[in-house]
Structures are given as structure tokens and as C-alpha cells.
């Protein structure tokens, strides 16, 4: 019960029970608890408890990592851990939290104190020391190496004084477990060290390798087969990578940057050329031109190379000595393989340009700056001095050549003829080193003009213009269109004619009416193509079509304003004639119009169309036109009608006669349709007995057939089985008695086989005993017997009595038997 004054804080709590090989911490333990007395707690410090009676906690006391425990939870399962095992070649690694004496050591620990237990073994933690962690053994494999530092002053496992900062390396395999101030930095595999591998080292710092040089701290080197098989590592030098043979076959080469020379130093800004067929390894410092082997240039009989030489040297050319100086250009030709020295750049690589009889190729000499054209047929093969040069032509002259020569709007009825002159290639994209070419088309004329001798020339069609280096084609803009606009088509080629032009000018006549008239004009230059300034006067005047559409449309104008619209409604195409050409009399042969600025004709003019500009006099027009179109089309309609009603009177009595001729046709064919009935009815009705009594008669013939059919075949089917059975007998006799046979053959042979067997036998016993054995033997029982009588004294005689001979030889042999036995 508690007292008024007292106040319940916490419980009831459960008893703590450590289980066996587990412990738990209890901080601020209780210095010495009295009943009903204030507790008085160690503050700072900590209690190690392990398997025990349960205890509980004092007032101040409290578990460390537990999550709870107190009024609301009870939980104190994570405070309870287990005691640290250590494992064989592990150890644990403690630190001393204050001054105190180790017992199991026998040492005195300082605060901070570090130190190490072996394992195997179970550690019973204390309140006086940290557990800094579990470490585990590094495995030191065959061919591995492990780098270790030292964090402070400290003897290692082979018993050598480290200090802090130090490194060295533990080669021996097995499971290697650092001291408490080893690090372990790396595990490094070492390098198998092949012919045709090496390694490339950097010192980190100043030290003697393992071949016993002297290398200064950065420096670099080559480590290979020759010097080691094998490399371990070292502390201060760095496997920067593994460098593998570079072999050169045949027919390759090498250039090395900045090689080393004998005693190791980097010869920079140095070259150095290896032939195949050889192998070597890059040094530090050293590159490969080009990051890799190359192949020897193989020029076939169309191929040559330009070089430059980058240094003066000297070279041999069958046999002769050339010098070269820095920045000569020259050429070699094929066939050869050539490798270029050290001191030679090869610019490129060309081959022989195949020149058809209309190809060609521009081609400038970069030593004078000259540009030549050169014509095929041939092969050409540029100089050391030469380059293909570029010909540049203006995108208008670029897409005219593209287009067959000429460009405009699509409803441009001249656009058709320059289809003939597109060039696939020149679509598809102009080489520009190669000639620029022109199918000029038949009756055309192209002028081609050279801006650097300030000349012009002019070609005509058919034929190929060709332009040299300096020349560029004239560029024609010409009106086109209805009515005419001005530039509207471009064109490289002046059509020669005969040709038309067609345009659509307004007129007023002089009482004041505006007419639109469509004219064609025919058109064709006259020109000398054997006379130079003929063929270039007919490009004196750049638009032709304007330039004619222009004078003739004046000319029509003042003509057709001295005229009234009546008289010219009705005498426009004479009018037009005569403003064109003049007056024309009658019998006089036709007129012509010349334009003396470029020899353009007019031959003729055509009116194709006219109408008035104003509108209410279009359409009184119109309608004055339609009237006497609608007049010729009625009367038209009443001839055709009539000419339809006639024919359908004419078709009408056709039909009706047709009618006649059918209906006659179908009586005939009905009264055959009768008659046919009437044989139908008559077989019908006797047909039936009939059928009837056929198919009686058939079926008894059927049914005696058949009884017959059947005693055939059971006659033919015991015959059959009687001669099987036969036929088996006699095959079953036969296999007895061959049977038979072959047995009595086998026990034949059997028997004479053993008889020979005897026979061979004998005569092999007989052969190797011998006629004398043999004789011998014969002669040996009898004789033996005769000497055992003799010895008896008896005599070999033959003693009876008269009933049964005795044969005393026999006897003996008994007696000799009887002896033996015994």
C-alpha cells in the first residue's frame, strides 16, 4: 500500500535474466543500495552483467541499447547481446577507455591503448575496454601480393620496427592478419612477365629497384621479360600499364616519336623508323606516328604519291644521290612498294584520271598559278606541282545546266526543248575539277564568254560546248508569258527559229474602243554561222522576245488608232498584216520584217483572238455571238429532229414486220411442242408393264447366273485346297529326306575326320618315335619275360596236360604284374 507521501513512478518491472554466454551493460550502476535509504549512483560509468541470477534495476540504473523499459514497455531484449567469439586466425581489437590493469596480460592499460586478441576464443567483455571491431584475416593467394602502411610507430609480425607512415609489402601466401597499427593499403596480383609482354613502372618516390638501378622520384621505365619473369611489386613504384609487343610484319613500318636512346633518355622532337620484319616494345615516353603500324604504300602502275620533305636529307634513286632540302615536292610512280623515311611526308595518294573524248579535267599548276584544261582521250597523270582545280560557276548557271539550259514558270511552252540537253550526271552533282560541258540543242546558238581575255565566242547546235578554265556562259533573260513579263525565262541557248512568239497586246481604235488582241508571230534569225560577227550580232539584243514583242505591238497600236472598231471587227487580220509587214498588193509575194540590231525575222503573224477591254461591249458582243449560236443550234435541232423522226418510222415498221415473222415462228414451234407431248403420253402408258416384265426376266437371270458363279467357285476352292495340301506334304517329305541326307553327310565326314585324326595321329607318333623306338619296344615285353623264366629256371616251353595249354611267357607276365602290384 503506499503511503500518502510516496508516489508510484514505475512497475512493477520485470527481473532482468541474462542468458548463458550473453552479457548486457548497466549504466550509472548503484554504489551500495540500503533499504529505504536514498540510492547513490556511480554516474559516468558502467556495469559488464552476464549469465546470473535475474536482477533489477535500481533507481538510476538503465540499460544501454535498450529501446524501452519503464512504465508504458518492458522490452529490454536488445540490450542483451551476445559475448564476441573469435575465430581462428581472427582477432579482436579493443581499446582501454581508462587507466586500468589487465589481468589476463598482466599488463597496465593507458587510456587509448589499442590491442589485439587471437583467436580461437569467447571474450568476456569489461567495463574498462571498447570492443573497436572484429578483424579478419587478408588471404595472400600464389602470384599476390599485399601492401601495408604503418599508422604509427609499431614492430610488425616479422619482428622489424615500422614507422608511422611506412610501407612494405608481404609476398608470403597464406592468410595474414595486419597488427593493430597495420593498414592494409591494396592487394596487388603480381605480372607474369612474357616475351611479348612488358611492363611500364613509375617510381613514386627515390629507391633502388629490383634490378638494382637507381631511380629518382617520377621517373619512368620499361620492365620486361629478359630482366624478370615474374614482378611482385614494389613500395614506391607504380605498374602504370602493361605494354605488349608490337610486331612489324613484313611489308609495314613504324615511325617512333620521341625514341630513347641507349642509356634511357627520351630523344623529343626525334623520329625513328622501324622496317619489318621486327618487334619492339614502346618506352615510356615514347609513340607509335599514327597510334599503330602501318602499311607500306603498294602503288600499282596508275598510282603515285606526292611527298615533301619536312628536313634536308639525302636519298638514292638507282643508284644516284639526290639532296633533298626542307620543303621539295616531288613524285614517285608506280609500280613500287615505298616506306617513307623519317624525314619525308606524304601529301596524298593519286591515281591516273581516264579521260573519255568529251571528258577533261581543269588542272593548275600551284607553283605559276596557271590553269589549264586538259582533254581527253588519255590517261593523265598530275604532276608533283599540280592540283585539280575547281571550277566555280554561279548557282543560276549551276541550276540552268541542271535543267537542260533553260528555267522558267511550268505553263513556259519553251521549257519542252531544253529537256533533250539535261545531263544525268550534272543533276545527280557536278564534279567540280572536271570540265563543265553543254549538249547545245539542234538550231541554238550558246556564246561563251572568256573573262579573262575579254572575248566571246559563239557555238552552235548540235554540238558540245566546252568551257575552258576562264570561261563562263552568257546567261539569257527573256520575256515569256501572256502578256509578256520581263526575265520570266532564263535559258543558256537562243533558239535560231523557225519559231513563234505569242502575245497579248490592247489596241484602241479611233472611235475609242478598247480591244485585247492574242497574236503569234513567226520568227527565225538569219545568221552566218561561218561569219564570227554575224553569229554575234544575234546576241546584241539580250531579250529578243520583248525586244520584238515591243515593235510589234507598237506598230499594231498606231495602226489600229487610224481605224474604227466596225472596220476593224471586219478587216482585222488584213489590218494587222499591213501594220506588221505594209501595205500588200495583191499577186506580190509575201513580205518579211528584219530587225537589223540582231537579224530577227517576222515572217508571219497569226490572230489567234479578240476581244474588247471594256466590259459592257464584251458582253453585248457575247450576247450577239450567243444569239447566232443559238440560232445556228435550233436549226440544227430541227434537222435533227426531223431526221430522228424518220428514222423512227423506218425503225417501227421494222419492228412490226419482225413481230409477224415471230409470231409465225412460235406456232410452228408449239405445234411441235404437241406433238412431242403426245409421243411422251404413249410411252408413259405402256411403258410401265413393260419395265416391269423386263426387270422380272433380269432378276431370275441374275439369280441363276449367280447360283452357277457359286458352284464354280466352291469347285475351284476345294481344288485349290486339295492341291495346297498336297503341295505341302510333298514339300514337308522333301525337307525330311534332305534333312536326312545332310545329316547322314555330316556323321560321313564326322567319322572321316576322326579316322583321319587317328590316322595323322599314329603317323605322328610313328614319325617321331622312330622305326627303331618302335622295334624296340616291340621286342622289350617279350624279352623281359624271357629273362624272368630264365631266372626261374624255367624253360620257355609249353606245358598241358593234355586239355589246356598253359603258356608259361603268360604266366611270367602275371607273375611280373602280381610282383608290381604289390
Same mark, same amino acid.
Given at each position: 500500500?503506499?503511503?500518502?507521501?510516496?508516489?508510484?513512478?514505475?512497475?512493477?518491472?520485470?527481473?532482468?535474466?541474462?542468458? $548463458?554466454?550473453?552479457?548486457?551493460?548497466?549504466?550509472?550502476?548503484?554504489?551500495?543500495?540500503?533499504?529505504?535509504?536514498?540510492?547513490?549512483?556511480?554516474?559516468?560509468?558502467?556495469?559488464?552483467?552476464?549469465?546470473?541470477?535475474?536482477?533489477?534495476?535500481?533507481?538510476?540504473?538503465?540499460?544501454?541499447?535498450?529501446?524501452?523499459?519503464?512504465?508504458?514497455?518492458?522490452?529490454?531484449?536488445?540490450?542483451?547481446?551476445?559475448?564476441?567469439?573469435?575465430?581462428?586466425?581472427?582477432? $579482436?581489437?579493443?581499446?582501454?577507455?581508462?587507466?586500468?590493469?589487465?589481468?589476463?596480460?598482466?599488463?597496465?592499460?593507458?587510456?587509448?591503448?589499442?590491442?589485439?586478441?587471437?583467436?580461437?576464443?569467447?571474450?568476456?567483455?569489461?567495463?574498462?575496454?571498447?570492443?573497436?571491431?572484429?578483424?579478419?584475416?587478408?588471404?595472400?593467394?600464389?602470384?599476390?601480393?599485399?601492401?601495408?602502411?604503418?599508422?604509427?610507430?609499431?614492430?610488425?609480425?616479422?619482428?622489424?620496427?615500422?614507422?608511422?607512415?611506412?610501407?612494405?609489402?608481404?609476398?608470403?601466401?597464406?592468410?595474414?592478419?595486419?597488427?593493430?597499427?597495420?593498414?592494409?593499403?591494396?592487394?596487388?596480383?603480381?605480372?607474369?612477365?612474357?616475351?611479348?609482354?612488358?611492363?611500364?613502372?613509375?617510381?613514386?618516390?627515390?629507391?633502388?629497384?629490383?634490378?638494382?638501378?637507381?631511380?629518382?622520384?617520377?621517373?619512368?621505365?620499361?620492365?620486361?621479360?629478359?630482366?624478370?619473369?615474374?614482378?611482385?611489386?614494389?613500395?614506391?613504384?607504380?605498374?602504370?600499364?602493361?605494354?605488349?609487343?608490337?610486331?612489324?610484319?613484313?611489308?609495314?613500318?613504324?615511325?617512333?616519336?620521341?625514341?630513347?636512346?641507349?642509356?634511357?633518355?627520351?630523344?623529343?622532337?626525334?623520329?625513328?623508323?622501324?622496317?619489318?620484319?621486327?618487334?619492339?616494345?614502346?618506352?615510356?615516353?615514347?609513340?607509335?606516328?599514327?597510334?599503330?603500324?602501318?602499311?607500306?604504300?603498294?602503288?600499282?602502275?596508275?598510282?603515285?604519291?606526292?611527298?615533301?620533305?619536312?628536313?634536308?636529307?639525302?636519298?638514292?634513286?638507282?643508284?644516284?644521290?639526290?639532296?633533298?632540302?626542307?620543303?621539295?615536292?616531288?613524285?614517285?610512280?608506280?609500280?613500287?612498294?615505298?616506306?617513307?623515311?623519317?624525314?619525308?611526308?606524304?601529301?596524298?595518294?593519286?591515281?591516273?584520271?581516264?579521260?573519255?573524248?568529251?571528258?577533261?579535267?581543269?588542272?593548275?599548276?600551284?607553283?605559276?598559278?596557271?590553269?589549264?584544261?586538259?582533254?581527253?582521250?588519255?590517261?593523265?597523270?598530275?604532276?608533283?606541282?599540280?592540283?585539280?582545280?575547281?571550277?566555280?560557276?554561279?548557282?543560276?548557271?549551276?541550276?540552268?545546266?541542271?535543267?537542260?539550259?533553260?528555267?522558267?514558270?511550268?505553263?513556259?511552252?519553251?521549257?519542252?526543248?531544253?529537256?533533250?540537253?539535261?545531263?544525268?550526271?550534272?543533276?545527280?552533282?557536278?564534279?567540280?575539277?572536271?570540265?563543265?560541258?553543254?549538249?547545245?540543242?539542234?538550231?541554238?546558238?550558246?556564246?561563251?564568254?572568256?573573262?579573262?581575255?575579254?572575248?566571246?565566242?559563239?557555238?552552235?547546235?548540235?554540238?558540245?560546248?566546252?568551257?575552258?578554265?576562264?570561261?563562263?556562259?552568257?546567261?539569257?533573260?527573256?520575256?515569256?508569258?501572256?502578256?509578256?513579263?520581263?526575265?520570266?525565262?532564263?535559258?543558256?541557248?537562243?533558239?535560231?527559229?523557225?519559231?513563234?512568239?505569242?502575245?497579248?497586246?490592247?489596241?484602241?481604235?479611233?472611235?475609242?474602243?478598247?480591244?485585247?488582241?492574242?497574236?503569234?508571230?513567226?520568227?527565225?534569225?538569219?545568221?552566218?554561222?561561218?561569219?564570227?560577227?554575224?553569229?554575234?550580232?544575234?546576241?546584241?539584243?539580250?531579250?529578243?522576245?520583248?525586244?520584238?514583242?515591243?515593235?510589234?505591238?507598237?506598230?499594231?497600236?498606231?495602226?489600229?488608232?487610224?481605224?474604227?472598231?466596225?472596220?476593224?471587227?471586219?478587216?482585222?487580220?488584213?489590218?494587222?498584216?499591213?501594220?506588221?509587214?505594209?501595205?500588200?498588193?495583191?499577186?506580190?509575194?509575201?513580205?518579211?520584217?528584219?530587225?537589223?540590231?540582231?537579224?530577227?525575222?517576222?515572217?508571219?503573224?497569226?490572230?489567234?483572238?479578240?476581244?474588247?477591254?471594256?466590259?459592257?461591249?464584251?458582253?453585248?458582243?457575247?450576247?450577239?455571238?450567243?444569239?447566232?449560236?443559238?440560232?445556228?443550234?435550233?436549226?440544227?435541232?430541227?434537222?435533227?429532229?426531223?431526221?430522228?423522226?424518220?428514222?423512227?418510222?423506218?425503225?417501227?415498221?421494222?419492228?412490226?414486220?419482225?413481230?409477224?415473222?415471230?409470231?409465225?415462228?412460235?406456232?410452228?414451234?408449239?405445234?411441235?411442242?404437241?406433238?412431242?407431248?403426245?409421243?411422251?403420253?404413249?410411252?408413259?402408258?405402256?411403258?410401265?408393264?413393260?419395265?416391269?416384265?423386263?426387270?422380272?426376266?433380269?432378276?431370275?437371270?441374275?439369280?441363276?447366273?449367280?447360283?452357277?458363279?457359286?458352284?464354280?467357285?466352291?469347285?475351284?476352292?476345294?481344288?485349290?485346297?486339295?492341291?495346297?495340301?498336297?503341295?505341302?506334304?510333298?514339300?514337308?517329305?522333301?525337307?525330311?529326306?534332305?534333312?536326312?541326307?545332310?545329316?547322314?553327310?555330316?556323321?560321313?565326314?564326322?567319322?572321316?575326320?576322326?579316322?583321319?585324326?587317328?590316322?595323322?595321329?599314329?603317323?605322328?607318333?610313328?614319325?617321331?618315335?622312330?622305326?627303331?623306338?618302335?622295334?624296340?619296344?616291340?621286342?622289350?615285353?617279350?624279352?623281359?619275360?624271357?629273362?624272368?623264366?630264365?631266372?626261374?629256371?624255367?624253360?620257355?616251353?609249353?606245358?598241358?596236360?593234355?586239355?589246356?595249354?598253359?603258356?608259361?611267357?603268360?604266366?611270367?607276365?602275371?607273375?611280373?604284374?602280381?610282383?608290381?602290384?604289390?
Amino acid at each position: 500500500m503506499l503511503q500518502t507521501n510516496e508516489k508510484l513512478v514505475a512497475g512493477p518491472l520485470p527481473m532482468i535474466q541474462v542468458p $548463458l554466454g550473453h552479457y548486457c551493460i548497466v549504466n550509472d550502476p548503484m554504489k551500495e543500495y540500503v533499504d529505504g535509504q536514498k540510492c547513490h549512483l556511480h554516474l559516468g560509468q558502467k556495469s559488464i552483467r552476464f549469465h546470473g541470477e535475474p536482477f533489477a534495476l535500481y533507481p538510476g540504473e538503465w540499460l544501454a541499447e535498450a529501446k524501452s523499459f519503464g512504465r508504458e514497455s518492458h522490452d529490454y531484449r536488445d540490450a542483451i547481446k551476445p559475448m564476441p567469439v573469435v575465430k581462428a586466425n581472427c582477432a $579482436l581489437r579493443l581499446v582501454a577507455d581508462f587507466d586500468h590493469y589487465d589481468v589476463d596480460n598482466n599488463k597496465n592499460r593507458i587510456a587509448g591503448d589499442k590491442w589485439q586478441l587471437m583467436g580461437p576464443i569467447t571474450y568476456k567483455p569489461k567495463a574498462e575496454v571498447t570492443i573497436e571491431g572484429l578483424i579478419t584475416p587478408t588471404v595472400i593467394k600464389a602470384g599476390q601480393v599485399i601492401q601495408l602502411r604503418a599508422t604509427q610507430d609499431t614492430i610488425d609480425t616479422n619482428g622489424r620496427f615500422r614507422v608511422t607512415g611506412e610501407e612494405w609489402l608481404v609476398k608470403k601466401p597464406g592468410a595474414y592478419l595486419p597488427g593493430v597499427f597495420e593498414e592494409v593499403i591494396s592487394v596487388d596480383k603480381s605480372y607474369t612477365i612474357t616475351p611479348h609482354t612488358a611492363l611500364h613502372l613509375k617510381a613514386t618516390m627515390t629507391l633502388t629497384d629490383v634490378m638494382g638501378s637507381h631511380r629518382h622520384a617520377g621517373e619512368e621505365w620499361l620492365l620486361t621479360s629478359d630482366m624478370t619473369p615474374e614482378y611482385l611489386g614494389q613500395v614506391g613504384v607504380k605498374v602504370v600499364k602493361v605494354v605488349k609487343l608490337t610486331v612489324v610484319r613484313k611489308g609495314q613500318y613504324a615511325v617512333i616519336l620521341n625514341p630513347v636512346d641507349e642509356n634511357g633518355k627520351a630523344q623529343l622532337g626525334q623520329k625513328s623508323l622501324r622496317v619489318g620484319l621486327c618487334s619492339f616494345f614502346v618506352h615510356p615516353y615514347e609513340s607509335l606516328d599514327k597510334q599503330t603500324v602501318q602499311n607500306a604504300r603498294i602503288l600499282s602502275e596508275q598510282e603515285s604519291l606526292v611527298l615533301r620533305a619536312i628536313n634536308d636529307f639525302t636519298e638514292t634513286v638507282e643508284g644516284k644521290k639526290i639532296k633533298r632540302k626542307t620543303g621539295d615536292q616531288w613524285l614517285i610512280n608506280g609500280p613500287c612498294n615505298y616506306i617513307p623515311p623519317v624525314e619525308v611526308e606524304i601529301i596524298k595518294q593519286r591515281s591516273t584520271i581516264p579521260l573519255n573524248k568529251n571528258d577533261g579535267i581543269y588542272v593548275q599548276n600551284m607553283q605559276t598559278g596557271k590553269v589549264r584544261l586538259v582533254m581527253g582521250p588519255c590517261a593523265y597523270r598530275l604532276t608533283a606541282h599540280e592540283e585539280p582545280w575547281v571550277k566555280q560557276l554561279s548557282e543560276e548557271t549551276e541550276e540552268l545546266l541542271s535543267l537542260g539550259g533553260g528555267s522558267g514558270s511550268g505553263d513556259i511552252r519553251k521549257l519542252a526543248y531544253f529537256e533533250q540537253s539535261i545531263d544525268p550526271g550534272v543533276v545527280k552533282g557536278r564534279d567540280k575539277t572536271k570540265v563543265v560541258t553543254y549538249r547545245c540543242p539542234s538550231n541554238t546558238a550558246v556564246q561563251v564568254n572568256n573573262y579573262q581575255m575579254k572575248t566571246a565566242r559563239v557555238v552552235f547546235g548540235p554540238d558540245l560546248v566546252v568551257l575552258g578554265p576562264h570561261e563562263n556562259f552568257n546567261v539569257l533573260r527573256l520575256s515569256a508569258g501572256k502578256p509578256k513579263v520581263k526575265g520570266a525565262l532564263r535559258s543558256l541557248c537562243l533558239m535560231l527559229g523557225p519559231d513563234f512568239i505569242s502575245d497579248i497586246i490592247e489596241v484602241e481604235t479611233s472611235d475609242h474602243a478598247r480591244l485585247r488582241i492574242q497574236l503569234s508571230f513567226n520568227n527565225y534569225f538569219e545568221v552566218n554561222k561561218a561569219d564570227e560577227e554575224s553569229a554575234k550580232k544575234i546576241f546584241s539584243v539580250p531579250d529578243f522576245i520583248g525586244f520584238a514583242c515591243r515593235q510589234l505591238g507598237s506598230r499594231i497600236r498606231a495602226r489600229v488608232a487610224l481605224t474604227t472598231f466596225d472596220e476593224f471587227h471586219r478587216f482585222s487580220a488584213l489590218i494587222i498584216q499591213a501594220a506588221v509587214f505594209g501595205p500588200h498588193e495583191a499577186g506580190e509575194p509575201a513580205r518579211v520584217l528584219r530587225f537589223s540590231a540582231n537579224n530577227l525575222v517576222i515572217s508571219g503573224v497569226d490572230v489567234q483572238s479578240i476581244e474588247p477591254v471594256d466590259v459592257k461591249m464584251r458582253d453585248s458582243l457575247s450576247k450577239s455571238v450567243q444569239l447566232a449560236i443559238e440560232i445556228a443550234t435550233k436549226s440544227i435541232e430541227a434537222a435533227a429532229s426531223h431526221e430522228a423522226a424518220r428514222e423512227e418510222q423506218i425503225a417501227q415498221g421494222q419492228l412490226e414486220r419482225q413481230k409477224l415473222v415471230t409470231e409465225r415462228e412460235s406456232e410452228k414451234e408449239r405445234a411441235k411442242l404437241y406433238e412431242l407431248k403426245a409421243q411422251a403420253a404413249a410411252v408413259e402408258s405402256t411403258g410401265q408393264a413393260k419395265a416391269e416384265a423386263q426387270a422380272q426376266a433380269e432378276r431370275l437371270l441374275i439369280e441363276g447366273q449367280s447360283h452357277i458363279e457359286v458352284a464354280r467357285l466352291e469347285a475351284e476352292a476345294a481344288n485349290i485346297e486339295h492341291n495346297s495340301k498336297l503341295s505341302s506334304q510333298v514339300m514337308l517329305q522333301e525337307c525330311e529326306l534332305d534333312y536326312n541326307k545332310k545329316l547322314i553327310a555330316m556323321e560321313i565326314n564326322k567319322e572321316k575326320s576322326l579316322a583321319q585324326l587317328e590316322v595323322n595321329k599314329f603317323r605322328e607318333m610313328v614319325t617321331a618315335l622312330g622305326p627303331a623306338t618302335i622295334v624296340a619296344m616291340a621286342n622289350a615285353g617279350p624279352q623281359n619275360q624271357l629273362n624272368l623264366l630264365k631266372g626261374l629256371g624255367l624253360e620257355s616251353v609249353l606245358l598241358t596236360d593234355g586239355n589246356s595249354p598253359i603258356n608259361l611267357i603268360n604266366t611270367a607276365a602275371g607273375l611280373v604284374g602280381n610282383n608290381q602290384t604289390e
